[in-house]
């Protein structure tokens, strides 16, 4: 079967209104066609997924359940988690059914369904890195008052700021994506239902929607970043002040885990949106979308826990507890 790929930007002229149909399903091709490299990119998959899965969950009960982790900081730690698993919920499970069962087909619904959680889930997530930046810079920079800035009640504000302002940014794509219509393939060359191989099977004129798209990307990169880099200056800058050693560590040693898991996040957009060689081009966007999908998820949980004290004496005495249950 040949695959057709045309990138119609700006195209003025329209396909005959004949070929024109209304697709009810498609063909996701995955990563490979190595039937030997689908049993280790399955087995690769469903191991971070389920180690994802659990790491978030895991970070989620201990905040619900220890009355020292109450505070602002792992009330955005936890709402963290639900998103990473939300996530790479959207777009993994599906991908490890294509290839446990060779059915790569979905239907048009069910794509759009997974386009706009994967968008929602991601993007909120962004939004989520800047806010616990701020947290972080008040914690610091005015510890006297962090009880009275952060309290529940703001906390729930700046979470459903999160969540509403990603809405009203993926819609008026998500709401042009809706009116795309498909006459040459239903092949799309990805392991998900992704918006720019979505674009690429398009016989409409995609020019708006592809203007759009990257600089929705754009704006929320450089909105989110300059809110973290800001809170960070400000951080470092009352941290070089204090005048033990030991608490400028203790202060830094707050802040790693969040300034790590930063730097994936944002280094993974930026090799996204870098512009590759055309033949190139899908194969890194595969690759990185793999990293973002079921990596980023799995670390994220270990970087949390690994560098916290209070997460991980949290999570000794959640173990002696189930211990002491269990003897008894």
Known sequence: MSLNFTHRLGRSQEPDMRNRTTLTTFILLGLTEDPQLQILIFIFLLVTYMLSVSGNLTIIFLTLVDVHLKTA???FLQNFSFIE????????????????????????????????????????????????????????????????IMNHRACIKLILSCWLTTLLIIFPPLTLALGLKFCESNIIDHFFCDINAILKISCTDTWIIEQMVPGCSVMIFIMTLVCVVLSYIYIIRTILRFPSAQQRKKAFSTCSSHIIVVSISYGSCIFVYTKPSAKDEMVINKGVTILITSISPMLNPFIYTLRNKQVKEAFKELIKRVLFLSNN
């Open 73 to 75: 900081m792992y009330f």
């Open 85 to 148: 698993i939300s996530f790479t919920s959207a777009c993994i499970p599906r991908f490890l059914y294509s290839i446990a069962t060779g059915d790569r087909t979905v239907t048009y619904n069910a794509c759009i369904s997974q386009l706009f959680f994967t968008y929602l889930f991601g993007i909120t997530e962004f939004f989520l890195l800047a806010t616990m930046s701020y947290d972080r810079y008040v914690a610091i920079c005015k510890p006297l008052h962090y009880m009275t």
